[in-house]
């Protein structure tokens, strides 16, 4: 069993930048991808970013690709999601979620275990 708990969000004016962490318990994070999504009120839940077990692979969404940059430090546990120039349509609940899988994938029927979420509002 994985617990996960996210940070980092917040209430953030459009152009600024937040980054949010997720930390993970248990001794085999390194061998979990990892993935950010988000869900915004009225919205399904979409695919952000992802991460493999190593860190070599890495894919994002369209509307965040050149954007956001997801990285991990197996050493700490901890998975990132750095965020700079926040626009309106980010907002979003965030969540991270852990699959068993290594290699990084975008759907999330692939994921174990997910986090609660962090709330990210970008204003304009």
């Known amino acids: 069993q994985v617990q996960l708990v996210e940070s980092g969000g917040g209430l953030v004016q459009a152009g600024g930048s937040l980054r949010l962490s997720c930390a993970a318990s248990?001794?085999?994070?390194?061998?979990?991808?990892m993935g950010w999504f988000r869900q915004a009120p009225g919205k399904e839940r979409e695919f952000v970013a992802t991460?493999?077990?190593?860190?070599?692979?890495?894919y994002y969404a369209n509307s965040v690709k050149g954007r956001f940059t997801i990285s991990r430090d197996n050493a700490k546990n901890t998975v990132y999601l750095q965020m700079p120039g926040l626009k309106p349509d980010d907002t979003a609940v965030y969540y991270c979620?852990?699959?068993?899988?290594?290699?990084?994938?975008?759907?999330?029927?692939?994921?174990?275990?997910w986090g609660q979420g962090t709330q990210v509002t970008v204003s304009s």
């Open positions: 248990g001794r085999t994070f390194g061998t979990y991808a």
């Open positions: 991460i493999s077990s190593g860190g070599g692979s890495t």
């Open positions: 979620a852990a699959s068993r899988m290594s290699a990084s994938a975008s759907d999330p029927a692939l994921y174990h275990y």
